[in-house]
């Protein structure tokens, strides 16, 4: 007898009538979900084969609030805790503290909103804070935030290249608000992942099934790891001056043409699952890596002055890291391709 979440019951298939098949409800689901006599269910035909029954008013925010004493957690602990909360999908989220301390914790609120996207407070006192998110899951499709992560980092990695060509370093500037934004839409994949995998019918909004939104978390984590280096790289720049003179053709600046244009093949992979794309993509970035390992191997054997060569060493090793997670992420497409091209195996 099915009593409750996880237990499994097998029921057999009834013909009434002569021409309908029926199996009854369990009780305890009928009532946890306040069915009532004619109300209508959501049936899904599953590919695996399975039927999905679902009451149609249910609805994916239901449940998804937390509440939060931050008098209770340790010295500086709430911004992580306010992640945690957002990324495991919390609508609504509630947080307590004293008088004497509320200048403090609102500097955490206000950060921790500055790095998520969605939220605004609902109700503020002295003594609590009421935050909501205004942006539903379902709302913003994953490609979209993707391309957003893919714009800002190849918009900072064209202006590293300006640089060395001559343009001012004041163009990198805004490197940091640039990674945060890409930060913030990995944060926000992580999020909806999370709901996709508790609610399919945001999957099902969103147009995607559970094996997808893994993948897609996988490509944002690897673009997510690229702007962490990218970021490094004008942080390099910015503070190393004057800058080593080093041939554009050369590497390891030779190769982050290389990796720009495997990158952007693999982004419109991700709609086209080309398989010959990816693998020539893949090829080049392999070919550009090994070239960067060879290239700091014979750093380190060479002579030179000290700080041109430490500069040199750390800017290949980033760019070298960039060919490994793009080289990521051709793997992912690669799995999303073989995934949608599977059929079941007749018996």
């Known amino acids: 007898m099915v009593k409750g979440p996880g237990d499994v019951d097998i029921r057999k298939v009834q013909l009434t009538g002569g021409a309908t098949y029926t199996v009854s409800l369990p009780k305890n689901w009928v009532v ?22 679902t009451p149609l008013h249910l609805t994916e925010q239901d449940g998804k609030s937390i509440y939060i004493n931050a008098e209770m957690l340790p010295q500086g602990g709430l911004h992580d ?16 503290y004293s008088l004497e301390n509320s200048k403090k914790y609102s500097r955490e609120i206000r950060l921790f909103m500055r790095n998520t996207r969605g939220f ?4 503020e006192d002295d003594e609590s804070q009421l935050l909501v998110s205004l942006l539903k899951s379902a709302e913003m499709p994953i490609q979209a935030s993707l391309n957003r992560m893919y714009l800002q980092l190849s918009s900072l990695a064209r202006d590293v290249i300006s640089v060395f060509e ?9 490197d940091a608000e640039r990674e945060s934004d890409v930060d913030a839409m990995h944060y926000l994949i992580e999020r909806q992942v999370g709901v996709i995998l508790d609610y399919h019918a945001v999957a099902a909004s969103l147009e995607i099934n ?23 790289i004008s942080r390099l720049i910015c503070e190393t001056q ?10 390891p600046l030779a ?16 709609r086209t699952q080309d398989s010959h794309t990816i693998e020539a993509a893949r090829v080049s970035l392999q070919t550009a890596r090994k070239a960067l390992e060879l290239h700091e191997e014979s750093m380190m054997e060479g002579k030179g002055r000290a700080l041109p060569l430490l500069f040199e060493f750390r800017l290949s090793e ?17 799995n999303m391709k073989a995934y949608a091209e599977m059929v079941a195996m007749e018996s």
């Open 81 to 96: 805790h306010l992640m945690a909360a957002y990324l495991a999908g919390a609508e609504k989220i509630k947080v307590a």
């Open 242 to 251: 004057p800058l080593p003179n080093l041939e554009i053709t050369a590497p």
């Open 166 to 174: 001559g343009e001012s370093s004041e163009i990198l500037s805004d």
């Open 318 to 334: 980033s760019i070298r890291r960039l060919c490994a997670y793009a080289l990521d992420i051709g793997e992912t497409l690669l």
């Open 120 to 123: 605004e407070i609902l109700d």
């Open 32 to 53: 946890a979900n306040n069915i009532q006599p004619r109300d209508s269910l959501k049936l899904d035909w599953r590919p695996s084969g399975a039927i999905r029954l």
């Open 255 to 270: 190769q982050i043409p290389i990796w720009q244009t495997s990158l952007k093949q693999m982004m419109i992979d991700i």
């Open 210 to 232: 559970r094996n997808q939104a893994v993948q897609f978390a996988n490509l944002a984590n690897s673009l997510e790891r690229m702007m962490d280096h990218m970021f490094q």
